[in-house]
């Protein structure tokens, strides 16, 4: 036979290839209906079939690790041992996954006792001694071995199988110096990590490779220790037992016993029932297609499952073709599908240069399509409409509604949008454009315009009118699976919410270009200038935003102690270099930890000074559903990440002032409003005392734990007090507390003691708020929102730990964001009933800044007292903090 026509027998490391696509791939956008993660199954998939595509193989297996359970942990109970615990996600994967490969035709094999790479290892002989050309699929170096002129290995990187490496003898000696079969006694002298395999001290790759150039192998080497001399001599020979444990454990089995024989490898033709079965569980639309067509399935089968998917397609709803309706046949339609879905119509704005230049409405089966045009008498009975209270459902209407507003076009009556929607049901879920909600709650796939098209072609069923009406469809789908509480916070709090974030969006806020650009060059001088002077103490420039010259600059040449750990090195993060510079400080990283704040703070001024639009204003984007709590976020720029606390970041806030016709700015800002929340919701009757007698909690709560009276509270103690009350509620450990306060823990465990010893009520909810998610599934905040926590229950331990600590916190973060948004939508109501003229500006956090029109501060100042302070019924008051000044610093509280 020649080599053209030799069979090719590819086999796969499952578990390896598996766990890339996991890693490479997020778990929340991979994720069922009814909450199984498939990511890695998805991944694997997607790198098999661009295998098979460029590779085609004639004979193929799947190999997989039954357990970490093997001969070798028999003999070396600590092989693999430091490896973090299978995450929960993926081991559920693991079983559909086989499934979706036995649909395929695609054998899997395990083997008791054995790990895949002896599967691969045996199967890859018994190819070569059956004239195979072999390609052994894995991401475990020890495969290398396995490589001669018939077996080539296909590594992958960390983003799958799009980038290999073909290992083929020639390419190892070029990439390790060595011959294949020579790679397990590299390995074995300077141990394989991931495996727990303790090599050669101070035995790093290049010296194991010299040592195999002079004597061979691993047992030339051991057989020539004495004549090594040096510090890696001593060691080579008290250590030798390491090495050749490490060779007997890395060297793969080739005679495991199989119940596979090479010609039952050979790919066949799918199993087209049980591919549509599989994949319509794990919701997987676009792998269909091309499972379906692998090279392995006969023409005549991947016609019939080509032709039953098409079927598939073919029995979805279609959209009803557009109408073009004017006058008194639109006003017509307008009166009969409000009958027939007086839920609301679907309603969808086309949008150019920020302003409608067309509209798709929508009922359950009619739709119709309006080209807009400013001022067109036969248009009037859709404006009636739009500026009416009846309902509308639209998706991602932010943007629209602004660009109305900017049309001139009155609009009201916004009763769901999609988007919104479905992130209260799901609020970390990636489901974020139309396409992602047609696809989930409708089980169909949203049609696209066809981007060869100059215009939208309505009669291929693109364009808003379709949108509109795939719209009206997904809110059904979404609202029947929202409970009654979070449809009361839909249409109480978010609806509401997204109307008075048009309107602020709109308005931006007055910034000075002058103040920013001069601030900018002040921090570009100052950051040179910490840079010089770290240079200085070094002896010599480096780039100090490079972690690689950094660790070399303080762990070789400083000579200071590691920091963590990671995959470059060792850390050097903010964090990490903090905590290194109060244990060790050293000038150089003094300077370095300045130079990185100005630098930090020069990349926000810049960006700030950047958005200032021609008007001299500054229009943020508010992300409604930027958060799993419910808060309200900001981008484009960022006006939520303003430092406070330090004289540059005052100096950024003043450079926002008030505008043009403004009397003044306004600040209003809730005090303490999570304790208060933590107040309320725990009972707690010391923290009721402390906030209804209106004295100071956190001195309170320190007289109580020290003992002292309040005025006996140092600052040192109302420090510690204050750092401990906000920490609990996001599941501070001792541990933690002790490193944020910088004290022994010793000391930080029995702070904690003390603070639950007098506010018990505070420890027997946060317990309770975690017992009861375990039960429920969810969190609930005071008003009903509702987040779901699946990993409450998971067997990982980091996921559960990581979900607990969420948990104690979402019922606060998210009470203080619904009671924020209450005071948001009273202030915006009673502002435009009382016709004034001042205008919301800014949400940050818990403050809310104005505009304050002339001779409106009473009117305004009462209506902002009065709305924050009742926005909710708490067992304490809300306090409210007000701010007066031309800028955003002078009006600070």
């Not at 691969?120 to 018994?126: F, G, I």
Request: glycine letters at 8%.
């Amino acid at each position: 036979m020649s080599d053209s026509k030799k069979p090719t027998l590819m086999i796969i490391d499952g578990h390896s290839l598996a766990f890339r696509a996991f890693y490479a791939l997020p778990i929340d956008s991979f994720q069922t209906r009814d909450g199984q993660h498939t990511n890695a199954i998805h991944g694997f998939l997607s790198m098999l079939l661009l295998l098979l595509k460029n590779e085609k193989p004639t004979h193929l297996a799947v190999a997989f690790d039954i357990s970490r359970a093997s001969f070798r942990t028999r003999e070396y109970p600590a092989y693999k041992g430091t490896r973090n615990e299978t995450p929960s996600e993926f081991i559920g994967q693991i079983p559909l996954l086989q499934e979706a490969l036995a649909a395929m035709n695609i054998p899997t094999i395990t083997k008791e006792d054995y790990e895949a790479d002896d599967i691969l290892a045996t199967l890859s002989v018994r190819g070569v001694a059956a004239g195979y050309d072999v390609l052994v699929v894995s991401g475990d170096r020890d495969a290398i071995q396995l490589v001669n002129d018939d077996v080539t290995l296909l590594y992958p990187s960390s983003q799958g199988v799009s980038s290999l490496t073909r290992y083929d003898p020639a390419r190892v000696r070029e990439r390790y110096g060595i011959d294949p079969h020579q790679y397990p006694d590299i390995a074995a002298l300077v141990g394989e990590t991931s495996d727990n395999l303790i090599g050669i001290s101070k035995v790093g790759e290049k010296t194991a490779v010299k040592w195999i150039g002079l004597y061979g192998s691993l047992d030339g080497i051991l057989e020539h220790a004495e004549e090594i001399k040096g510090v890696v001599g001593n060691n080579l020979r008290e250590q030798k037992e390491n090495a050749i444990r490490n060779r007997r454990l890395n060297r793969l089995v080739t005679d495991v016993e199989l119940a596979v024989e090479l010609d039952s490898l050979e790919r066949g033709s799918i199993n087209q029932q049980s591919v549509r079965d599989v994949f319509a569980r794990l919701e997987f639309k676009s792998l269909l297609d091309r499972v379906i067509k692998l090279e392995g399935a006969d023409g005549a089968a991947a016609d019939a499952v080509i032709e039953t998917a098409a079927e598939l397609r073919a029995d979805s709803p279609k959209a009803p073709t557009a109408q073009n309706l004017l006058d008194e046949e639109l006003a017509g339609w307008i009166t009969r599908q409000t009958v027939a879905s007086p839920e609301g119509l679907g309603l969808t704005v086309e949008v150019l240069d920020g302003k409608a230049i067309g509209f798709g409405m929508s009922g359950p089966t009619e739709s119709v399509s309006l080209p807009w045009q400013a001022g067109r008498a036969d248009y009037a009975p859709f404006e009636a409409w739009l500026a009416s209270d009846a309902p509308k459902i639209m998706h991602d209407a932010k943007g629209q509604l602004k660009a109305l507003k900017r049309s001139g076009l009155a609009f009201s009556g916004l009763a769901v949008d999609t988007l919104v929607a479905a992130w209260l049901l799901r609020p970390g879920g990636p489901d974020k454009i139309l396409a992602d909600l047609v696809d989930r709650y409708l089980d169909e796939t949203l049609p696209v315009h066809d981007e060869n098209q100059l215009l939208p072609d309505e009669s291929s069923g693109s364009g808003v009118p379709v949108q509109a009406w795939y719209t009206l469809r997904a809110a059904a789908a979404i609202i029947a699976m929202l409970d009654d509480g979070s449809r009361r916070v839909l249409t109480d709090i978010e609806m509401p919410t997204l109307l008075v974030l048009v309107d602020m969006e709109l308005a931006g806020v007055a910034v000075s270009h002058a103040e920013l650009s001069a601030l900018s060059a002040q921090l570009g001088e100052s950051a040179a200038s910490l840079a010089a002077s770290a240079y200085a103490e070094i002896g010599r420039e480096v780039n100090l935003g490079s972690p690689k010259q950094l660790q070399e600059v303080l762990f070789d040449q400083l000579g200071m102690p590691k920091t963590r750990a990671n995959k470059t090195g060792y850390s050097t993060d903010a964090g990490a270099l903090a905590d290194l510079q109060a244990s060790n400080p050293h000038p150089f990283l003094g300077l370095l930890l300045q130079h990185r704040d100005a630098t930090k703070l020069r990349q926000i001024v810049e960006t700030l000074d950047k958005s200032i639009d021609t008007t001299g204003r500054i229009h943020t984007n508010y992300m409604q559903i930027g958060t799993t709590t419910g808060r309200i976020s900001s981008n484009d720029p960022n006006l939520q990440n303003i430092p406070i606390r330090t004289e540059e970041g005052r100096r950024i806030r003043a450079a926002f002032h008030a505008g043009e016709g403004a009397e003044t700015l306004l600040t209003a800002d809730y005090s303490q409003i999570e304790m208060r929340i933590m107040a309320h919701l725990s009972e707690d009757a010391g923290l009721i005392e402390a906030f209804n007698a209106g004295e100071d909690l956190h001195r309170f709560v320190g007289a109580r734990i020290f003992g002292v009276t309040p005025e006996e509270v140092t600052n040192e103690m109302r420090s510690k007090v204050k750092a401990m009350s906000y920490g609990l509620a996001y599941g501070l450990s001792a541990f933690g507390l002790s490193k944020q306060l910088r004290i022994p823990s010793a000391e930080a465990k029995q702070l904690m003691t003390d603070y639950f010893a007098r506010f018990g009520a505070v420890r027997d909810y946060l317990r309770h708020v975690v017992e009861q998610a375990k039960v429920d599934g969810y969190t609930e905040t005071i008003c009903g929102r509702r987040r779901p926590f699946p990993d409450l229950n998971s067997p990982n331990r980091v996921l559960r730990d990581n979900a607990e600590r969420a948990a104690l916190n979402a019922p606060i973060q998210g009470s203080a964001a619904d009671i924020m948004k209450f005071a948001m939508i009273g202030i915006a109501a009673d502002v435009s009933e009382q016709n004034l003229e001042s205008q919301m500006l800014l949400q940050v956090h818990d403050e809310l800044i104005f505009d304050v029109a002339p001779g409106e501060w009473d009117a305004l100042t009462g209506i902002v007292t009065h709305r924050m302070s009742s926005a909710a019924d708490l067992l304490v008051p809300l306090d409210v903090q007000l701010g007066r000044g031309a800028n955003w610093d002078a009006a600070a509280h």
